[in-house]
């Protein structure tokens, strides 16, 4: 009787899993004509969305988007090497954009296992992806290492089809989260040490970078925020409001941070973010500093700041070459360069066997601060060298293009 009761009960939890999978999917996939055939998903926490493949893919009609869903039921279709291979189900969103636009693409704010993500542009065959990315955040949801998929600073040209993949590495699926918008400003900081040790009182120094990447004219706020061991973020420290920049401007600013004298001891992380403040973030840029046990007599007493992004002209005080951003990179990076005087610039791209693979400037520059961006989705992944040479004077550093 006891093995009679136990079977009859496995039927109904059997049958109750059945019924709760088939209210998962979204009612226009029982339909006979549906927008992409219907995976058979795992409960109601996963939502089926993307298109199973190409043909099926599901139109993102502008930006900003963002929608949550499941690779599980999928079929594995696609796959890119960025850095590693996989066999996971895939789902594919295509975007079709009416003007050049730079977009970052995003599993990071919500995702529940290990993605991968990668575009094709068109449908060309073999097909290359124009950004490719395996392993970039730590999702709050998947908490075990930074395994989760972003994709930044991705150029699209008006007219063109852009398949978007949402993959996983090995045989990962699961629940995701995606989100997509186009970038409005980016924003750098390079201190003037590294590492950035300071007493409490005393200041530090930095210069930061505000950059429209498009060709529309650009108004935009930047705030500084703290991350302050132990405590979280503080701030804004600063905010600076509707700055405006013309299509691919640069502006630049020399900024001394002052740290007040009963500033707690610690490592915390100096914050830029560009955008429409508070509610979208286009871009970020953060550099960790950290405050000693000493204290300056007669020191700041707030965190106050020396400094603007609000477009006077700057002149440099030195010819230097900055780090570029990001750094490594899966497409596009900005390379920004100092010129206290007007000078004849070369600056050029070589591999790793000394051949120079392009020139991004050569000509007279005048002084100031200025940046330029490198499309390398083209070339293939590996490292890089990128060399300023200004008169007599050469400075080269490295750089890593992941696909």
Not at 264 to 290: M, N, Q, V
Not at 375 to 403: E, H
Request: with cysteine.
């Amino acid at each position: 009787m006891r093995i009679i009761l136990r079977i009859f009960g496995m039927i109904i939890l059997a049958t109750s899993s059945i019924f709760a999978e088939v209210n998962a999917i979204p009612s226009d996939s029982l339909k006979g004509e549906s927008q992409f055939h219907s995976p058979i998903i795992s409960s109601t926490h996963d939502i089926a969305q993307g298109g199973d493949t190409i043909e099926e893919a599901t139109l993102i009609p502008s930006l900003p988007y963002s929608s949550s869903g499941t690779t599980v039921g999928y079929t594995h279709n696609y796959d890119e090497w960025c850095p590693y291979d996989s066999f996971a189900p895939d789902v594919v969103y295509v975007y079709v954009p009416t003007f050049d636009q730079i977009i970052t693409i995003t599993l990071c704010s919500g995702s529940e296992y290990d993605t991968k993500l990668y575009v094709y542009e068109n449908e060309e065959t073999p097909m290359d992806p124009v950004a490719c990315n395996d392993d970039a955040c730590e999702s709050p949801n998947y908490p075990h290492g930074p395994y989760v998929s972003r994709l930044d600073n991705v150029s699209l040209a008006a007219g063109n089809n852009y398949y978007i993949i949402v993959d996983g590495y090995g045989t990962e699926a699961g629940f995701y989260t995606i989100d997509i918008h186009d970038i409005c400003c980016v924003v750098e900081m390079n201190p003037d040490e590294d590492p950035v040790i300071v007493s409490r009182g005393d200041t530090f120094g930095l210069t930061g970078y505000a950059i429209n990447p498009t060709s529309q004219h650009l108004e935009t706020d930047i705030w500084i925020m703290l991350d302050v061991p132990y405590n979280g973020l503080y701030g804004p420290l600063h905010v600076f409001q509707d700055i405006q920049m013309v299509p691919h401007d640069t502006l630049a600013a020399h900024i001394y941070q002052y740290v007040p004298y009963n500033a707690p001891l610690g490592t915390y992380d100096y914050i830029a973010y560009c955008g429409d403040r508070p509610d979208t973030k286009c871009d970020s840029a953060e550099f960790p500093f950290t405050v000693s046990g000493t204290r300056l007599a007669d020191g700041a007493t707030e965190w106050s700041f020396d400094g603007n992004f609000l477009g006077e002209e700057l002149i440099p005080t030195e010819f230097a070459l900055d780090n570029a951003y990001p750094n490594p990179f899966n497409a596009t990076a900005t390379i920004s360069y100092q010129l206290p005087e007007a000078s004849r610039v070369n600056l050029d791209i070589y591999n790793v066997l000394g051949q120079r693979v392009t020139t991004l400037v050569n000509g007279n520059v005048e002084a100031g601060y200025h940046s330029v961006s490198w499309d390398a989705s083209g070339y293939s992944s590996g490292i890089y060298f990128y060399k300023l040479a200004v008169g007599d004077r050469v400075f080269t550093k490295r750089m890593t293009l992941l696909k």
